[in-house]
């Protein structure tokens, strides 16, 4: 019988696993885009703590990494969506954060593997999710703290506790729920998350019932 | 038993099994040279699955266990990946839509020839060679995204053919094309498939192995489809009822006879100056429409008369049409389902906004109970019309309207559908159907509105494309990089003048270097705009530090934020232009050309990319066509306005039917070639003087930046 040959994490990333991470990255480029508006809004509105408003907001900016690390189970798959998102809002979207955004874009792509790099790439809970918004955020309030000079500000331990915040709600969280919709939705069928979650289940049905 | 060397395609006990049900049992199929063998049977029956196995599809890209073994000339290609099969086999899928993977059609024809490595010099002539026998020659300069779907489905064929294969396999090429395009794509199918073809073609041709026509399997939608478009198959092999549909009755309609029309006043419309976009040409001049409650009303026209666009009006979704306030309550069901869908299971579609009794009788009269846990999107197509039929209904609209409730559908699907229409108009429904399906028309129309043809330069306007220019015949790898080189040095500096100095001079050589329109350089500037005037106040506003200069209740500003915020406003104009100054002069395409060939980005994610950039020029489209919608359906509740949960709902469903277009065009890549090696790139693109002078005078302003 041939079956479905691979195993998560042997084999290079298929086509159709590449065009998906591309397609999250043209999707996530417009939202991410729109995005930016927002934050420019955001920011004015809260007067002088504007300058905030990119720490409440910056999960948002990081969603697309874990999505495409769940949905392929291959590492280096988040920085790449992540970087085509940055892409996409540079160059086809014209925007006014400028080409800087490209080298953000890696960094928080970076982050967010990390949670799913100690796992080994294995595990997709939502545990893990929450771990991936957190290490996001973590890195690239280490780069923004580089680049801004925030260290030493007065606001500094606030800062830091919405930025980590909103990596955990607004990327780890809202990931977790896009991520299991899309599952629900059948469009994961033949990628690896679809094929990973069919697996689960046939080991759960040999398992003694009682799990509802 | 081993296969005949001499048959180009062979299959041998076919079993396909998915999440522990058989979809395919058994089967055995056997092409000699030259066979058209018609693929039938009902929806469910695992048509489109034989097919996938014979493509390689399954098992490599999609998902399912295979039993059995396929066989080209005698040898075991059961392992063989798609894009090695497309040195002997073309594979068509269904939609013409999501089948199609570049931005213009001559690439398209060219890329099968560039994956099998056809040496450049021959790529040329054989494009137009193709395109001649196809009879799209007149459509070689045209964007793949702007074809009607005939038009599509033949360059797609074109593009299948183009390699000289010796088996092509079609999945149902005439389902989704009206009835003209139906009849253009079947006189092709008659002339390059078949015996008939015979020799005469072989010599002139030259490109096919075999210099003769391909054997052939051809997946039917409907019953004898084939021999009525006249294309003769050799042999017919009829799939049973499939393991996974259960047998279910579908469609029990309401009373077999035809009501009388009800004596209720009609509603009506007239409608003036008809267009789909506010500076869109006018589609329709001016139109009345009566629809009685308790009829059927069919539109029927050619395409592009405007069928679709005066449902939009009527349904009040077009900017100058909105509804009015006594107006009655309009339902609109869209040609493709999945467009929506706004929830995550077929119970919470059906009762959205909606009588949820009524929706579970209607469920039951249409054949989906039993599926309410299932995702919408998990439903085959037929199912996937029923619910938005049924979910539409179930809100219990005056007035329903409808746009091809049967495109796509088999005799089985067309049947049901034709079912929920009758008992709707039984239960009082005003419907209006457009169509181009006569067999409805004749059986339920009661009464029906021609629109006639619109005269000829009314298509879709343009792209704007990126005019031919001085930056426009440079590398995109060059500007590229010296657009980001430049931006980089901004951030290097807070002097307002240089910053302000470049800003100019960006926008200048937009305009004069790039030929940009000055219109469409300020429209791209507008975020920008807003963009430098928020990171001016927000510094200003929020910077802490330095001699206070202003205080207005609790803000106080500082000279130390006047400065940030001047600079960093600044900053942000100056990116801004340096961005308008990349995108606007830069063919998409040939930048990625560009990123694959100088670059050095591998094939497949120059092309994964590609399919990404046709995607993204539909997602405006397909964002539209989600939230008009969705607005429709929320009417019910009140609701009309973009709120966070409506953005959530149609981001979602933009984001699966992305994924879902996103891996057929992968197939469709692979289908064509992709991944073989060597290939060869039919229009090199190569460094020029322009390349240097531009990085030379890049060079310059960074120097004079940083040295300011």
């Known amino acids: 019988m041939t079956t479905s040959p691979r195993t998560p994490g042997t084999h290079p990333l298929t086509l159709a696993e590449i065009v998906s991470v591309v397609v999250l990255g043209v999707v996530f480029g417009f939202l991410y885009y729109a995005l930016v508006l927002g934050w420019r809004a955001l920011g004015v509105l809260m007067g002088p703590f504007g300058d905030l408003a990119q720490n409440v907001l910056i999960g948002g900016w990081i969603v697309v990494a874990p999505l495409a690390v769940f949905i392929t189970r291959r590492p280096g798959t988040g920085i790449l969506a992540e970087v085509a998102a940055s892409v996409v809002e540079v160059v086809f979207l014209g925007s006014p954060v400028g080409p800087i955004l490209l080298l953000s874009a890696f960094i928080q792509g970076l982050g967010a593997e990390v949670a799913f790099l100690l796992t080994g790439y294995r595990r997709y809970g939502l545990g893990v999710f929450l771990a991936s918004g957190l290490t996001g955020a973590a890195l690239s309030f280490v780069y923004a703290t580089i680049r801004f000079g925030w260290w030493g500000q007065d606001l500094f331990a606030l800062r830091l506790g919405l930025h980590l915040t909103s990596g955990v709600v607004l990327c780890g969280l809202l990931a977790w729920a896009v991520a299991r919709a899309l599952l629900r939705s059948g469009v994961l069928r033949d990628l690896p998350a679809g094929r990973a979650e069919r697996a689960e289940r046939a080991r759960g049905a040999l398992a003694p019932a009682g799990q509802e | ?249 579908v469609g029990a309609p309401g009373p077999a006879l035809r009501p009388a029309p009800t004596a209720a006043a009609p509603f009506r419309w007239h409608l003036t100056d008809v267009r789909r976009a506010p500076d869109g040409p006018v589609v329709l001049p001016g139109v009345d429409i009566a629809l009685r409650p308790g009829t059927l009303t069919a539109l029927t026209g050619p395409n592009g008369s405007g069928k679709s666009t005066l449902l939009l009006a009527i349904a009040g979704l077009l900017p100058a049409h909105r509804a009015a306030s006594g107006a009655p309550r309009v339902g609109l069901v869209f040609q493709r389902p999945e467009n929506q869908f706004v929830t995550h299971t077929v119970r919470e579609e059906i009762s959205w906004n909606a009588d949820a009794r009524r929706a579970a009788v209607l469920l039951e009269r249409v054949g989906l109970a039993g599926l309410e846990e299932l995702s919408p999107h998990q439903l085959s197509l037929g199912q996937q019309r029923r619910l938005s039929l049924v979910a539409a209904a179930a809100q219990s609209p005056p007035v329903l309207l409808l746009d ?34 006569r067999g409805l028309v004749e059986r339920l129309a009661d009464a029906e ?103 207005w209740g609790p803000l106080t500003i500082t000279d130390d934020g006047l400065t940030w915020g001047l600079a960093l406003g600044a900053r942000s104009l100056a990116i801004g232009a340096l961005a ?70 149609a981001a979602f469903s933009l984001l699966v039917v992305a994924l879902r277009r996103g891996q057929q065009l992968a197939e469709a890549l692979e289908a064509r070639g992709l991944g073989r090696s060597p290939r060869t790139v039919w229009r090199p693109v190569r460094w020029g003087w322009r390349d240097a002078a531009l990085a030379a005078s890049a060079t310059l302003t960074i120097v004079a930046v940083l040295a300011l």
């Open chain 2, 1 to 249: 038993m081993t296969g005949d060397a001499a048959e180009p395609l062979r299959a041998e006990g076919i079993t396909v099994t998915h999440t522990d049900e058989p979809v395919v049992r058994g089967l055995d199929l056997a092409l000699a040279a030259g066979d058209v063998v018609a693929l039938t049977g009902p929806s469910g029956s695992g048509k489109s699955t034989v097919l996938a196995v014979l493509a390689g599809l399954i098992p490599h890209t999609r998902a399912g266990d295979l039993d059995g073994r396929v066989l080209h000339h005698g040898a075991d290609v059961t392992d063989q990946p798609p894009w090695q099969r497309a040195a002997w086999l073309g594979f068509l899928a269904q939609d013409p839509a999501s089948s199609l993977c570049l931005a213009n059609v001559r690439d398209e024809l060219a890329l099968p020839l560039e994956n099998a490595g056809v040496p450049r010099a021959e790529i040329g002539p054989r494009v137009a060679a193709i395109a001649e026998r196809c009879g799209i020659t007149h459509l070689l300069g045209r964007q793949t995204g702007q074809l009607s779907g005939g038009e599509a489905q033949r360059v797609a064929l074109a593009a299948t053919l183009v390699g000289g294969p010796e088996v092509v396999l079609l999945d149902e090429p005439l389902s989704m094309l009206d009835p003209d395009a139906a009849a253009d794509v079947a006189a092709l199918l008659r002339t390059e498939l078949g015996t008939a073809r015979g020799t005469e073609l072989g010599v002139a041709e030259g490109a096919s192995r075999s210099g003769r026509a391909p054997a052939a399997v051809i997946v039917e939608h409907r019953r004898a489809e084939l021999a009525r478009a006249g294309v003769r198959a050799s042999h017919t092999v009829a799939l049973g009822r499939g393991c996974a549909a259960p047998a279910r009755p």
């Open chain 2, 404 to 437: 091809e409730p049967t495109f796509g559908l088999d005799d089985a699907g067309v049947t049901a559908v034709e079912g929920v229409l009758a008992g709707l108009r039984a239960d009082g429904v005003a419907l209006l159907v457009a169509t181009h399906d």
């Open chain 2, 449 to 551: 509105v021609q629109l006639s043809a619109q005269p000829a330069g009314r298509s879709r306007p343009a792209r704007s494309g990126v005019p031919d220019s001085f930056l426009a015949r440079c590398s995109p790898v060059t500007t590229f990089a010296l657009v980001f080189a430049v931006s980089i040095t901004l951030l290097f500096t807070l002097d307002v003048t240089p910053v302000l100095g470049l800003w100019a001079l960006a926008a200048a050589a937009a305009l004069t270097l790039g030929r940009v329109p000055l219109r469409r350089l300020l429209l791209f500037q507008v975020p920008v705009a807003w963009f430098a005037l928020s990171a001016f106040l927000v510094n200003m506003l929020s910077r802490s530090g330095g001699v206070p200069v202003a205080r």
């Open chain 2, 580 to 649: 308008a100054l990349f995108a606007l002069t830069t063919d998409a395409i040939a930048f990625l050309n560009a990123a694959h060939q100088q670059a050095r980005v591998p094939a497949r994610h120059a092309y994964a990319l590609m399919a990404g950039y046709r995607l993204m020029e539909m997602l405006p489209e397909e964002w539209w066509t989600l939230r008009a919608a969705h607005r429709v359906r929320a009417r019910g509740a009140g609701r009309d306005r973009l709120t966070l949960d409506a953005f959530r709902r």
